[in-house]
């Protein structure tokens, strides 16, 4: 039996660890590996999923972002583990693996990074620095790793497009109507996700508020849905009040089962410009949703605009609310992309492929 030990920031609801939780479980299966997944800060509610999947869970319980006892922790648990492979995911997380790597037992260190977040810039260039001190990073798209070249040089690079379980959303009953805050007869546009700065969800707010104005009458049974938390929180419900829309935006709160909220939308909205992959972007398309995304390497891997999704050039004025516009009046487009999208992510994007990958990955060491 195999020892691998996974390195995480935190294990709160997010794409990086439901990506974790995914393989962790995935390994487990196989009989060959045995998990371990480890979190920086105390586990949360991925850590407790894990925990029911029979999954051995860790914490380090870190006080501050610089707490020292961090690193005591950790290779305390390395040496009671004597893991044979160690993934560290996130920059947290690869630089305390990286920092203790000398000190702990002999195993094969590899590191993984899920954003394309341009700033800070030093967090590429300790992720370029930290880089070097692994046999591999692993990614699930190659701008990534061209991302952290410009800041320095690693040994290996590995490309895993994140997987999810397809038939979890494109067979899921929908929430009952009744449960749904909005109108019976509203269009909505949701979003699924943390309410954090890189998700961009005030441009949304905007763009949404600018094509209510645009023709009220027209757009009167408009709402959006963002189901998620995070520290924006208060400043997009003021945010919607200030645009005068506040009526029209529902906080529906983090939820364990997305699958039953993508069927009550109309289509869903991604802001980002900083997507490593865009895990409920997949979700969306599983579940036969039209997926409205900013063109940007990690969506562009996805989505083939006007074919499973549609794709809007950044810089483009409005951009996000005309393109809103032109699946909400356009059924037919929407169910083609819907059609389309379930199809390419059963192809490239299922679970199953993504823990094979991590399979042949780890044994490949």
Known sequence: MQRVLFLITDLDLGGSPLVVHSVACGLKATGRWQPTVVSIRSPGVVGR???????????????????????????????????????SVLLHANAVAAACAPFGPRCVYLQSIHTLQAEPRWHWQLQGFLGSRCEGIIAPCKAILDK?????????????????????FSLAAPMPAA?????????????VGRFDPVKRLPLLLDELAWLIRSDNHHWQKLHLALVGYGEQEAMLRHRA????????????????????????????AMPSL?????????????????????????????????????????????????????????????????????????RHFGEQTMIQAYVRLLESF
């Open 49 to 87: 999923w894990l925990r029911h999947a029979n999954v051995e869970v860790s914490s380090l319980h870190a006080r501050s972002r610089t707490d020292p006892q961090v690193f005591t922790r950790w290779l305390s648990l390395m040496d009671r583990i004597a893991p044979h492979v160690v993934v």
């Open 148 to 168: 952290i070249s410009e800041f320095g040089q690693f040994v290996n690079g590995f490309v895993i497009p994140n997987g999810i379980d397809a038939q979890r």
């Open 179 to 191: 449960e749904c805050p909005w109108p019976a007869d509203a269009q909505v546009v949701g979003y």
């Open 241 to 268: 009040r200030q645009q005068g829309i506040a009526s029209r935006v529902w906080f529906i709160g983090p939820t364990a089962t997305p699958e039953r909220w993508y069927p009550r939308f109309d289509v869903l």
């Open 274 to 346: 900083a997507e490593g992959f865009g895990l409920t972007v997949a979700e969306a398309m599983a579940a036969g949703k039209a997926v409205i995304a900013f063109d940007s390497p990690a969506m562009r891997q996805m989505i083939q605009h006007d074919q499973s999704g549609w794709l809007l050039a950044p810089q483009q004025p409005h951009g996000m609310a005309l393109g809103l516009s032109r699946l909400l009046d356009d059924a037919d487009l929407r169910r083609r992309l819907g059609t389309q999208g379930t199809q390419r992510v059963s």
